[in-house]
Every structure is written in structure tokens, then in C-alpha cells.
């Protein structure tokens, strides 16, 4: 079965950089972009870009351009997304999703999120 | 970018009640829309795709349709377990935004 997994929780201090890891297991990890998707606390979902795990092609939202990287280890079926600079308004559960159903398809399966916490 | 606007952002309703949930965009997006469903502390949940089709294991009584800028999700007899925010989402073009949910609880 197609899963998502995952790293734990963070906390960082302001300017500081994160680095969150997505394992996707049960599929071709090389045959579906992920993307990444992030909700502040009690707040709606925000795009973030995605990754083609085959070519490592990527594309970013303009709100993260200059400070969002999303890398891929096919080796071991992993995405990353690293935040720098990192601001209190950063704090956000953050998300991995598969797109599904060929180009521009739907996000069909999430990771179970990664909570971010950026405090001085 | 394209702009998602749902409404309501909320909604009371009871066990049994036929609910829609209105989602415009700012632009033509043809058919690329997406709803999903999210549970407090939960990832979003895909529903239905490409407007009206059902994702495998959804239960019929959601639906979904619309075409252009103007789309709708119904859920024709309310359920417990459908208390929970709906999003759309376009993937027309990135950024791939979403609308900014609508939150369904218990009258």
C-alpha cells in the first residue's frame, strides 16, 4: 500500500533552517511528483511547489522562492523540503502529498504531517 | 495566481441534511479541481478529482460538479463522520492554490 512517512516534529529558532523528509514506500518512487503543503495553526492549506522525483526538476510559490529547496534521494525513495531563514509565522504543520492520476492530478496520498515550531 | 474562494466558510447543518459547499475561481481552471476533506490533527483526505470523480473507498453520497470558474461539492444525506473542513484546490496552474475551507459541524 502507498504510504508517506514522514519526520518528527521540530522547533527552531528564528533564522534558522529546517530540513523535513518525506519516505514514500508501496509504489514507483520515481513515477508521481510530491508536493509540499503547509497549514499554520487553526489556519486553511498553502501550497508550497513540487518535486519530480525522476528528474529533479522543481517549482516553487512565488511566497517561498529564495528561501525553499525540495531535493530527492531516489536511492532510498526520500523527498525533502528544506525552509530557511525561518520566521514565527513559519510555524505550520507541514505536509508531503503524492500527485496521483497523471500530470496535474489530484494530491492522493499525504504523509501525516510534520509540525514545525519556530519560537525565540 | 489563481484565486480559490469557497462558500460558506462555515456551515451548521444536521444528521441527514443534503450540504453544498460552492467553490469559485478567479480564472478558467477547465476541470483541474480537487476537494478534500480534513479531520482536526489529520492530513487532507482526496474525495473527488477532476471535478466529479469519486476517489476509490469515498462513499457515493459525495459528489461533485461544475465546470470553468464555478464548481460544487454535495453530500446528499449528512453523516457523523462527515464533520470536518472541505477544501477545493485547482492544479490548472502553480501555484496550486487552494480555497480557504469550509468548516462543516452539528447543527
Known amino acids: 500500500q502507498v504510504q508517506l512517512v514522514q519526520s518528527g516534529a521540530e522547533v527552531k529558532k528564528p533564522g534558522a533552517s529546517v530540513k523535513v523528509s518525506c519516505k514514500a514506500s508501496?509504489?514507483?518512487?520515481?513515477?508521481?511528483?510530491i508536493h509540499w503543503v503547509r497549514q499554520p495553526p487553526g489556519q486553511g492549506l498553502e501550497w508550497m511547489g513540487w518535486?519530480?522525483?525522476?528528474?529533479?526538476?522543481?517549482n516553487y510559490a512565488q511566497n517561498f522562492q529564495g528561501r525553499v529547496t525540495m531535493t530527492r534521494d531516489t536511492s532510498i525513495s526520500t523527498a525533502y523540503m528544506e525552509l530557511s531563514r525561518l520566521r514565527s509565522d513559519d510555524t505550520a504543520v507541514y505536509y508531503c502529498?503524492?500527485?496521483?492520476?497523471?500530470?496535474?492530478?489530484?494530491?492522493?496520498?499525504w504523509g501525516q504531517g510534520t509540525l514545525v515550531t519556530v519560537s525565540s | 495566481d489563481i484565486q480559490m474562494t469557497q462558500s460558506p466558510s462555515s456551515l451548521s447543518a444536521s444528521i441527514g441534511d443534503r450540504v453544498t459547499i460552492t467553490c469559485r475561481a478567479s480564472?478558467?481552471?477547465?476541470?483541474?479541481l480537487t476537494w478534500y476533506q480534513q479531520k482536526p490533527g489529520k492530513a487532507p483526505k482526496l474525495l473527488i478529482y477532476?471535478?466529479?470523480s469519486l476517489q476509490s473507498g469515498v462513499p457515493s453520497r459525495f459528489s461533485g460538479s461544475g465546470s470553468g470558474t464555478d464548481f460544487i461539492l454535495t453530500i446528499s444525506s449528512l453523516q457523523p463522520e462527515d464533520f470536518a473542513t472541505y477544501y477545493c484546490?485547482?492544479?490548472?496552474?502553480?501555484?496550486?492554490?487552494f480555497g480557504q475551507g469550509t468548516k462543516v459541524d452539528i447543527k
Open positions: 508501496g509504489y514507483t518512487f520515481t513515477g508521481y511528483y
Open positions: 484546490q485547482q492544479s490548472f496552474s502553480t501555484p496550486r492554490t
Open positions: 480564472q478558467s481552471i477547465s476541470s483541474y
Open positions: 477532476a471535478v466529479s
Open positions: 518535486i519530480n522525483p525522476n528528474s529533479g526538476g522543481t
Open positions: 502529498a503524492r500527485e496521483g492520476y497523471g500530470y496535474r492530478g489530484p494530491l492522493d496520498y
